[in-house]
């Protein structure tokens, strides 16, 4: 454990890491792919594992969501372009899931050292299931780390990215469990008048700090 190395970790707040790199869709400078839009950067170990086949075909099933909420995805692991287009091309053959996305190839491990993708304790040579929510502005605003041996929760990843547009786009919070339709929670007032003012409110209140609204 003395000789064990460790990676620097991006955190929510920070600016997501820029970085150029082939992918299955060519050169990619990230700050360009980003711009405009919401991106999901995710990472999986290895390609040709069967874990990692079921999540990246469950990212590409789920195209037009993401298209439809202003994302772009971006997967990566530390394999070589052409185990890449392989593996695209037999997930293809054999059910007929195309990864339209960009699959970064990160045979160095720049990148993934670049994230915090890699995490010596589970492995020195493949990534873990990172999964980085990145803003238009290109802040990270969400991270999720999952082990090489569980796979990721697609409908979580689903209602975080709406839960975060919509907390965004309202200056709102959302409590355990929101779904969207789900009533929002209201910023605490700051100052006494803001105080009497949420009591004169329609607000529903469960009390002064914590009041919740449809949008």
Not at 94 to 103: D, Q, R, Y
Not at 159 to 184: F, I
Request: with cysteine.
């Amino acid at each position: 454990m003395e000789n064990q190395q460790t990676y620097a970790m991006p955190r929510i707040g920070d600016k997501a890491p820029d970085f150029e790199s082939l992918t299955t869709l060519g050169k990619i400078k990230f700050s360009d792919y980003n711009k405009g839009k919401w991106v999901i950067f995710f990472s999986h170990p290895a390609d040709f594992t069967p874990v990692c086949t079921t999540e990246m075909t469950g990212f590409a099933k789920e195209k037009q969501f993401f298209a439809d909420h202003n994302t772009l995805l971006m997967g990566l692991s530390i394999d070589s372009i052409h185990a890449h287009i392989a593996w695209v091309n037999a997930v293809y053959e054999k059910t007929g899931v195309l990864f339209e996305f960009p699959i970064v190839a990160d045979i160095d491990m720049s990148v993934s050292k670049l994230y915090g993708m890699l995490q010596p304790g589970e492995s020195e040579t493949a990534a873990v299931r990172a999964v980085f929510f990145i803003d238009p502005e290109g802040i990270i605003r969400l991270i999720m780390y999952y082990p090489l041996n569980i796979g990721r929760n697609m409908e979580e990843i689903k209602r975080a990215l709406v839960a975060l547009q919509t907390a965004s786009e309202n200056k709102v919070a959302c409590p355990l469990d929101w779904q969207p339709g789900d009533k929002v929670i209201v910023p605490a007032p700051k100052t006494l008048e803001e105080l009497v003012a949420r009591k004169a409110s329609n607000l529903e209140m469960v009390d002064w700090y914590l009041a919740k609204k449809s949008l």
